[in-house]
């Protein structure tokens, strides 16, 4: 069923070692192994391409000789062909972009998908993790050389002999598969242990140089989610006092609060929350249509404005329009569509842990990247602050799971009532922006701790209402100036050792 190949310059010993482990692992009966005994004098691609020919089977595996494999690996990659029969190639790591530069790692973060033990002799076992497990196979353009899986009835091409012996054989592989359409992708379904780390040597960059100029005028290749993936979990309805009030501040563009409202009745339970729309300008044709919406739901409220200030008038909102029956407070942008029930899984956070001052989740760009999944603060050697949005720009979540957090966005962010107000509301001072990371402070100051929550995705089409003007630009730097330094000067004591310890 399986034909292995792998190239060796290891002993007699070390061979049979390997070769019983991959016969007592693979979980089949039916498994062919040429290993190819090669001290330097063929390159991979001529190993790998002798071992297609050869082989009897049609899924092939090539690997390296110093790995171990989970037990029955090989039954689970061939469920994994069999799940996904669009595949051709499977690997255990890889990436979803392939740059100009060649150095496919490096935006390791943002870009690289799978799971790798490494255990180099004398040293820990530790594993990279560049996303969690899923439970589908991830597309990529290319895979790591270390374990790489095929069909050999479904690729184009096979390894390129051209260039180098131990480099840019995967992706002299896998980039004209890939760019003839066959689809490669990254498993979870099964692990594997590398009992070395690959460094790159001479070869390695007198290679790249070679398989650049081959490739210069594709690269770079991009392959971005084609949708995103929301975790199958169940989220019980939760029992609270009273109701979640949604606050959305809006301006026009009536076609994206009209899907961030239905999104809330699609994911979440109605009777969980109240809408509140504060209206800063838009037309009168476009707040007929508002209020069209208002006289048919029960749940929503329009509040109408002749100013924009984003903490007046969510400030506004929470003292004059918000009752004794709102327990929570969820801030939503009018760009925000969520894609699971947020309300019940924030009220699930906030019920078992008591110390939640804001708390998030992750926040997607219309191209299904990453904007946002926490915000971390950060102090320079001039103990200047830097505020990073956490995974901005990544494809695949690197965790779906609550983490800790410096801040969140009030793009979508949840606080208790009672918290907000002995935060004192938003401060009305901030012009651009700002009022959100100083909230963040406040509850940090107070002794909470803030939270995103991975596992709760929404949709930020941040693009689509953000101005990018020199006077957008000119209010952010008074506003950081002016405004949110001298707030962090004065607590810059406790602030540090709370910023600090987030960053560990």
């Avoid at 069209?292 to 924009?308: G, H, M, W």
């Avoid at 918000?322 to 929570?328: A, D, I």
Wanted: charged fraction near 25%.
């Amino acid at each position: 069923m399986i034909t292995i190949i792998y190239s060796t310059h290891k002993d007699k010993e070390y061979n049979e070692t390997f070769k019983t482990h991959l016969l007592d692992s693979v979980g089949l009966n039916d498994v062919q192994i040429l290993e190819y005994q090669n001290n330097n004098q063929y390159s991979l691609s001529q190993v790998y391409n002798s071992g297609i020919t050869e082989s009897v089977f049609d899924i092939i595996v090539c690997c390296h000789n110093d790995i171990k494999l989970e037990k029955n690996w090989g039954v689970k990659l061939l469920e994994d062909f069999s799940n996904y029969p669009e595949f051709g190639v499977i690997g255990k790591a890889g990436s979803c972009y392939f740059p100009e530069s060649g150095i496919y790692w490096g935006r390791m973060q943002q870009t690289m998908v799978g799971q790798v033990w490494h255990h180099p002799e004398g040293q820990k076992k530790w594993l990279n993790t560049y996303t969690p497990k899923y439970p589908f196979l991830v597309p990529v353009v290319t895979v790591d050389g270390l374990f790489i899986a095929f069909q050999k009835n479904k690729i184009k091409h096979k390894f390129d002999e051209s260039y180098g012996k131990f480099h840019f054989y995967d992706h002299g592989f896998c980039l004209p598969n890939f760019l003839d359409g066959v689809k490669l992708g990254v498993t979870s379904s099964f692990e594997i242990t590398h009992n070395s780390v690959g460094k790159p040597n001479l070869e390695f960059f007198e290679t790249k140089d070679k398989f650049l100029e081959k490739f210069k005028d594709i690269l770079p290749l991009d392959l971005k989610p084609q949708n995103l993936y929301t975790p199958l979990q169940k989220i019980e309805s939760q029992k609270i006092n009273g109701k979640v009030a949604i606050i959305i501040p809006t301006k026009n563009k009536l076609d994206l609060l009209f899907t961030c409202i239905e999104s809330f009745y699609e994911f979440c339970n109605p009777e969980m929350f109240d809408i509140f729309i504060a209206d800063t300008g838009s037309t009168e044709e476009e707040k007929e249509l508002i209020k069209k919406l208002v006289s048919q739901v029960d749940n929503i409220k329009l509040i109408e404005y002749d100013y924009y200030n984003f903490s007046k008038i969510n400030n506004d909102v929470v003292k004059n329009h918000l009752t004794k029956n709102h327990e929570f407070i969820l801030f939503s942008n009018n760009d925000i569509k969520i894609m699971c029930d947020v309300i019940n899984g924030m009220i699930k956070q906030f019920k078992s842990n008591n110390r939640i001052g804001t708390l998030g989740c992750r926040l997607h760009y219309e191209d299904n990247t990453i904007q946002h999944d926490g915000v971390i603060f950060a102090f320079d050697e001039k103990m200047n602050l830097v505020v990073e949005h956490k995974h901005i720009g990544t494809y695949y979540p690197p965790s779906l799971g609550l983490t800790k957090v410096s801040a969140n966005t009030a793009g979508l962010m949840m606080m208790r009532k009672f918290t907000f107000e002995k935060c004192g509301g938003f401060n009305e001072k901030y012009t651009t922006c700002f009022e959100d990371v100083e909230i963040n402070m406040r509850c940090l100051l107070l002794g909470l701790e803030n939270y995103c929550d991975s596992g709760l995705i929404a949709y930020h089409f941040e693009s689509q209402t953000r101005k990018n003007n020199k006077g957008n630009s000119e209010g952010e730097r008074y506003d950081y100036v002016n405004i949110l330094l001298p707030f962090i000067t004065k607590n810059i004591n406790l602030l540090s050792r709370k910023i600090n310890f987030l960053r560990k």
